[in-house]
Antibody, heavy 118, light 113 residues
Framework: QVQLQQWGAGLLKPSETLSLTCGVN????????WTWMRQPPGKGLEWIGE???????NYNPSLKSRVTMSLDPSKNQFSLKLTSLTAADTAAYYC????????????WGQGTLVTVSS | DIVMTQSPDSLAVSLGERATFNCKSS????????????LAWYQQKPGQPPKLLIY???VRESGVPDRFSGSGSETDFTLTISSLQAADVAVYFC?????????FGPGTKVDIK
């Protein structure tokens, strides 16, 4: 059973960069896709993008110009950076695991509420 | 992008009764080469991350009670809770993984009547 634990700053100012990291326990880090999701307060879920150990990444076109994902296999961690923040980026951000060959999100981090406010 | 819609927005069901809600996609999620529907369902309780319930439109994730069942094909899908329990109060989302960007429906909120 894969367990995810995420961390990062929760209060940011407009134009700043969001930086979140997710640690992976259990399972095979090399076998899956590692994904970030977000959910504005009281609203639905938005897929931000995914990355795997082969270096393949795939981002939501709506965010692609501002998103960078990376992973550190030596630490079993993966990270998200989102630049040029605005209030519209205020949301709970989740890291998730997508089993290889699938497209569903089988394991989730606890979530980080990121608030963008001056 | 594939647009997912869900109905109703919310419903209230008595304990022990059946709850049924729907999900529609703007294009078919059935992949002809493997005859599988690329549709998943999640349950989200307040203050918690979503939890995977069903994938391939009808396959229950390990550990999910068998009162949860999924059905449907192509563009129309249904999640059924056969006998509603208090622990099932939550918002339920459908998600397509036929193509990126993966997209979710807006959710159906289930409450006890």
């Amino acid at each position: 059973q894969v367990q995810l634990q995420q961390w990062g700053a929760g209060l940011l100012k407009p134009s700043e960069t969001l930086s979140l990291t997710c640690g992976v326990n259990g399972g095979s880090f090399s076998s899956h896709y590692w994904t970030w999701m977000r959910q504005p307060p009281g609203k639905g879920l938005e897929w931000i993008g995914e990355i795997n150990i082969g270096g393949s990444s795939n981002y939501n076109p709506s965010l692609k110009s501002r998103v960078t994902m990376s992973l550190d296999p030596s630490k079993n961690q993966f990270s998200l950076k989102l630049t040029s923040l605005t209030a519209a980026d205020t949301a709970a951000y989740y890291c998730t695991m997508t089993p290889a060959g699938s497209g569903w999100f089988a394991s989730w981090g606890q979530g980080t509420l990121v608030t963008v406010s001056s | 992008d594939i647009v997912m819609t869900q109905s109703p927005d919310s419903l209230a069901v008595s304990l022990g009764e059946r709850a049924t809600f729907n999900c529609k996609s703007s294009q078919s999620l059935l992949y002809s080469s493997n005859n599988k529907n690329y549709l998943a369902w999640y349950q989200q309780k307040p203050g918690q991350p979503p939890k995977l319930l069903i994938y391939w439109s009808s396959v229950r994730e390990s550990g999910v009670p068998d009162r949860f069942s999924g059905s449907g094909s192509e563009t129309d899908f249904t999640l059924t809770i056969s006998s509603l329990q208090a622990a099932d109060v939550a918002v339920y989302f459908c998600q397509q993984y036929y193509t990126t960007p993966f997209t979710f429906g807006p959710g159906t909120k289930v409450d006890i009547k």
